[in-house]
């Protein structure tokens, strides 16, 4: 019953971070700007690091289990159950904002439902780099914070603005990513060039989460972890 809670809480905390924060990018990217879908980002995670840590510590991102799988906190079991219920998370998130896109008269100010991608702003090579070192930076101060027990009550704003920056750094670039399931739900629904691509916004920042599960003891200190 606890795992399924947990899965659970994975499931339901990634929907609502990608509804949440894609949400925002597809109504207020041209109309508020890349501050507000920042922030929209950043304050769904903190709110749902409180909701939802308890039960699963909220990861709500391939790239965190990852991260926390190579520090050796979670199962490799435990963390592709994780994954699959992400991945399903931000699918049925990225279905309902198809969904009102479509026929609830939502105009999608991206015109791409919110997905991420190069070409435009930034090259291929440029979107690697990107997303490796912003998820590093993104994830470093997830495992940082939480295997920090001074930390434990301001954690989710740590983690919320953390989130906040690289968004701030990338959206203009290539969406920022940071987070497989989210460059995933959206890019299901939006097909074409954006389902072609999603393999960098899957890849790199996987690569930047093994990076920082490396460097993450070096700042923690052994005796913490």
């Known amino acids: 019953m606890d795992d399924t809670r947990r899965y659970a809480a994975e499931f339901l905390g990634t929907l609502l971070l990608v509804f949440i924060g894609v949400g925002a990018t597809i109504s207020a990217r041209e109309s508020g700007g890349v501050v507000v879908v920042a922030l929209a980002f950043g304050f769904v995670a903190a709110v749902l690091f409180y909701t939802l840590g308890p039960l699963s510590g909220f990861h709500a991102n ?19 159950a994780y994954w699959v219920a992400q991945f399903l998370g931000a699918t049925v998130a990225g279905l309902l904002l198809w969904g009102l896109t479509r026929w609830g008269g ?35 101060v997830v495992l940082v914070v939480t295997g920090r027990p001074e930390y434990a009550g301001s954690a989710g704003l740590v983690i919320g603005f953390a989130l906040a920056a690289v968004l701030l750094a990338g959206i203009t670039l ?22 072609r691509q999603l393999w960098v916004f899957v890849i790199f920042p996987l690569v930047g989460a093994a990076l920082a599960a490396a460097v993450a003891p070096l700042v923690v200190g052994r005796e913490r972890r």
């Open 174 to 195: 290539d969406g920022t990513s940071v987070n497989p399931a989210r460059s995933f739900g959206p890019a299901v629904f939006e097909g074409g060039t954006a389902l």
């Open 106 to 140: 939502v105009a999608d100010q991206t015109g791409v439902l919110g997905t991420n991608g190069y070409g435009q702003h930034i090259n291929l090579g440029g979107a690697m780099v990107l997303e490796t070192v912003l998820t590093f930076l993104f994830v470093l």
């Open 62 to 80: 391939p790239a965190i289990t990852l991260g926390v799988l190579l520090s050796g906190k979670i199962s490799p079991a435990g963390a592709v």
